[in-house]
């Protein structure tokens, strides 16, 4: 992981400079795509086949389309920076792979996407996770996690409380169906 940690951080400072150069002070860096980086083409092979995999497992008919990571950035959240809840339209599947979550850092959230049980959601008797948890937080994440779900869950990053940085990669998968 400390290589991969290596690479990222030169997309960080480049984006950090290009930035500055436009006189953007945002609390969150987000890359490009780093999808193309032959340092880090390993991870998107990887994300990719995996989570190809998951959805046959969850009984997806794949047969028909071929897929690909078409996203691949990293994102650094500073001090008090977040991200809100949101979800990758065109895509199938989505990871994080986390590089540095410091104490107090930002960490994953990911939402009930049932809108209409928002709407009349009670209050909860207790924290354990179960079918009417409308939230799970992910606040115990260690560096080096690696984790998958569907595009269609709504996810988020909480504000970072620490002054060090919460780092990670996200990716997305996209498809398009076979024409032979």
């Known amino acids: 992981m400390g290589h991969v940690l290596k690479q990222v951080d030169r997309w ?20 490009p795509h780093m999808g193309n980086d032959p ?4 991870l998107a092979e990887y994300f990719g086949k995996t989570a190809t995999d ?22 650094e959240v500073a001090c008090m920076g977040s991200h809100e809840p949101h979800v990758h339209a065109n895509t199938q599947m989505c990871g994080l792979y986390l590089l540095d979550i ?28 179960r079918v009417a948890t409308p939230k799970i937080y992910f606040n115990n994440m260690v560096p080096g996690t690696f984790m998958f779900f569907n595009a269609w869950l709504p996810h988020q990053f909480t504000i970072n409380q620490s002054q060090q940085p919460t ?14």
Not at 102 to 120: C, Q
Request: overall charge negative; glycine content about 6%; some cysteine.
């Open 39 to 42: 340092e880090l083409s390993f």
């Open 102 to 129: 410091p104490e107090g850092g930002s960490f994953p959230v990911f939402s009930d996407p049932r809108p209409s049980k928002v709407m009349n959601d009670f209050f909860m008797a207790d924290s354990e996770v």
């Open 12 to 31: 960080y400072e480049e984006q950090k400079r290009f930035n500055q150069e436009q006189g953007n002070h945002y609390p969150v860096v987000q890359t």
């Open 54 to 75: 998951l959805l046959r497992q969850q009984g997806y008919f794949l047969d028909h389309h071929e897929f690909y990571t078409s996203g691949m950035w990293a994102q």
């Open 167 to 180: 780092k990670f990669i996200h990716f997305t998968l996209g498809c398009r169906e076979r024409t032979n």
